[in-house]
């Protein structure tokens, strides 16, 4: 059973632009959560996904944002980048909200942005 | 709401010594409590997890935590550390909202 998976690993961005991040969940989870990782703040959470609705948002600024597909692959959205965007983005996928709880979640290796 | 404390933001212990990395919570419910491995430049994975049943909870690799509702702890421990074992280690909390609420990690070293 393939796990979640993220494109690209890296990426390099010049301030001002945007990126766009992918996340596809193991087969059969339909709930997508991101996570932000930086070394000073730790797992910090932006959003949730389920059935293509946002379901929880963090609290981040409006240039992030994200969506979901129908077959549950999720992308996250950032604009206008700066440098403190500079992290490691996870995503992480489980099987719906209701019953994530006891199941926990299941997390991608990431995507390494970096700003410049 | 919850939250997820761990005290200790760095450990080192020698190989073959005991591991213990401690997690508090704050929870209002009866909580779902999770601790998670990250290797350098990976994602997350689930060493063990709490929903209710047993109290002492075994997980991978040859982890596992003992939650006590007294004291509102869920203490990761291992009998005898190895090499491997030298990674980032997230304690994190859920409750009948769904959310997960993670601590800052305790980064484990492990000395030769």
């Known amino acids: 059973k393939a796990g979640v998976t993220q494109t690209p690993r890296y990426l390099i961005k010049t301030r001002g632009q945007q990126v766009t991040l992918s996340c596809s969940p193991i087969?059969?989870?339909?709930?997508v959560s991101w996570y932000q990782q930086t070394p000073g703040q730790g797992l910090q959470f932006l959003f949730e996904?389920?059935?293509?609705?946002?379901?929880n948002k963090g609290n981040f600024p409006g240039r992030f944002s994200g969506r979901q597909f129908s077959n549950s692959r999720s992308e996250m959205n950032v604009s206008t980048l700066e440098l403190g965007d500079s992290a490691l983005y996870l995503c992480?996928?489980?099987?719906?909200?209701?019953?994530?709880?006891?199941?926990?979640?299941?997390f991608g290796s990431g995507t390494r942005l970096t700003v410049v | 709401a919850q939250s997820v404390t761990q005290l200790g933001s760095h450990v080192s212990v020698s190989e073959g010594a005991l591991v213990l990395l401690r997690c508090n919570y704050s929870?209002?419910?009866?909580?779902?409590l999770f601790w998670y491995v990250q290797y350098p430049n990976q994602g997350l994975q689930l060493l063990l997890k709490?929903?209710?049943?047993?109290?002492l909870v075994k997980g991978i690799n040859g982890f596992e935590a003992e939650f006590k509702k007294s004291e509102t702890s869920f203490h990761l421990t291992k009998p005898s550390a190895h090499m491997s074992d030298a990674a980032e280690y997230f304690c994190?909390?859920?409750?009948?909202?769904?959310?997960?609420?993670f601590g800052t990690g305790t980064s484990l070293t492990v000395i030769p």
């Open positions: 992480a996928s489980r099987l719906n909200p209701g019953q994530g709880s006891n199941y926990g979640y299941t």
């Open positions: 087969s059969g989870h339909r709930s």
């Open positions: 996904y389920f059935s293509e609705t946002q379901r």
């Open positions: 929870s209002s419910v009866p909580p779902y």
């Open positions: 709490y929903t209710s049943a047993a109290t």
């Open positions: 994190a909390v859920s409750d009948t909202g769904n959310q997960f609420y």
